[in-house]
């Protein structure tokens, strides 16, 4: 019997390195039994949507997965390399029960993941997720289709273009980025087709980078978590905007006509802004994570906008804008959350609303980006051996003094990591010295708690 807990499952899918537990063939088989069995409901014929980025393990996985499926008894439906929003658009369209992402987004190639989306598009539940990692401890058997009933696979030769489509309808109608200049690095992952065809769609002169995948550079020194390489070109050919994409093109980080970089909380910012004025924003309000910016915060305050806070994690956003009702929402990193146009993360469609908003305003990235000054902010990952630390009665001191410290001229967030042995340190404040100071002294109590249990284990 399962315990409810997800072991496998982390904040967004399996995740690991590739042909090792959790990201071999055996397991990507299991999970398409699993899941092809938690998903088979009723007589109609099931149907699943598979999708992947460029990793050259994906050659792996699909066809393991495809077989998992099958053998439940799944029609699967092949796409081939294209972005996560994709998928969740194609299960929707194609009422498939299931829609699945073959990919480690911002990862590099060595690593491999597994989304999964249901037939309404989003993403699976804790709950969803502890059910079928269950099915997956135990026996599969009663999961295996007769052999009448086994599924078949095909490919869609047409998803591509469905895609484009569904992107460029996010586009107000009756603008066009005719005599924009955009460089768009598409990290060599999974939008390094479609991204620079929807942009030169809409009229703009598109300068395409990160568009040769290998199956080996995916995200390598491109990409949303590497921009200086963006950054250069953008002023080298004189562009109007950078667009930068992780591999599986889920979240984007922008660029200015000067080389700056812009993060997923000034584009909230900018969006929020946008759609409040037009009357589009629904509740008035934008939910982000508790990452998010302070400087984020007091500018929508300002607006007379909230900012409706959730855990890290695009799906935790996702969630919380359905339950408010709310329309826009996303994370520092870049996921932006387009509700009107789609179920999950888009950084195409994100970007296509930056885009509306410089088209309209006619003033460079530079002015049009910088909706606020954001507080000095540091992060700092402090490795433990196991234990709690933070049940540490020390680090509940240190904890609490940093707060009065800084009241409300700034936040103290940690939390573990859901994936490693890490503690995530992070202040923010007003002042820079505040804010080393903080995060150093917070740190070291956190590495001596940690050590405290490791030394007494080895006595």
């Not at 480690?104 to 989304?115: F, L, M, Q, V």
């Not at 047409?158 to 066009?176: H, L, T, W």
């Not at 889920?250 to 700056?260: C, I, P």
């Not at 509306?356 to 305003?361: A, I």
């Amino acid at each position: 019997m399962s315990d409810g807990v997800r072991r496998l499952f982390g904040t967004d899918g399996i995740r690991g390195v590739a042909n090792r537990t959790p990201m071999d063939a055996a397991t990507a088989l299991r999970l398409g039994q699993a899941a092809g069995r938690y998903f088979n409901r009723g007589q109609h014929r099931h149907r699943v949507v598979i999708g992947k980025d460029t990793r050259l393990s994906g050659y792996m996985l699909e066809p393991a997965l495809t077989a998992g499926f099958v053998g439940a008894g799944m029609d699967v439906v092949l796409v081939g390399p294209l972005p996560t929003p994709a998928i969740a658009l194609l299960t929707r369209s194609l009422r498939a029960d299931l829609g699945v992402m073959i990919s480690a987004s911002h990862n590099p190639y060595e690593d491999n993941g597994i989304k999964l989306f249901g037939p309404d598009g989003l993403k699976l539940s804790d709950a969803q997720e502890a059910a079928i990692e269950a099915l997956m401890g135990g026996d599969l058997a009663s999961a295996l289709a007769a052999p009448g009933r086994l599924g078949r696979a095909s490919r869609l030769e047409d998803a591509p273009g469905r895609y484009i489509e569904a992107v460029k309808s996010s586009f107000p109608r009756g603008r066009s980025l005719e005599g924009l200049r955009i460089v768009v690095d598409c990290a060599h992952g999974a939008a390094y087709k479609v991204a620079p065809t929807v942009l030169w769609e809409l009229g703009a002169e598109v300068v395409p980078v990160g568009v040769a995948p290998d199956g080996f550079n995916i995200n390598d020194g491109c990409g949303s978590t590497a921009p200086t390489m963006l950054a250069g070109l953008v002023r080298e050919r004189r562009a109007d905007l950078g667009i930068a994409l992780d591999g599986d093109a889920d979240r984007l980080v922008l660029v200015d006509e000067s080389g700056v970089v812009v993060d997923g909380d000034q584009i909230l910012a900018l969006i929020a802004s946008s759609w409040a004025a037009e009357g589009k924003l629904r509740g008035n309000a934008v939910v982000a994570t508790v990452m998010s910016n302070l400087g984020l915060e007091r500018f929508l305050q300002k607006k007379g906008l909230t900012l409706h806070r959730t855990k890290v994690g695009d799906r935790y956003v996702g969630e919380t804008m359905r339950e408010l009702g709310c329309n826009l929402g996303g994370e520092q990193s870049g996921h932006v959350i387009l509700s009107d146009h789609g179920t999950t993360g888009d950084g195409l469609v994100a970007a296509l609303q930056v885009l509306s908003v410089l088209v309209e305003e006619r003033r460079p990235a530079s002015e049009v980006l910088r909706r606020f000054v954001p507080l000095p902010q540091k992060l700092v990952n402090v490795r433990h051996s196991g234990g709690a630390p933070l049940k540490d009665p020390r680090v509940a001191e240190a904890i609490a003094a940093a707060e009065a410290e800084l009241g409300s001229r700034g936040r103290v967030l940690i939390r573990p990591s859901g994936t490693e042995p890490l503690i995530r340190v992070m202040v923010e404040a007003e002042e820079d010295a505040l804010v080393e100071s903080l995060t150093a002294s917070l740190a070291e109590v956190i590495r001596a708690a940690s050590a405290a249990p490791a030394r007494a284990a080895a006595e």
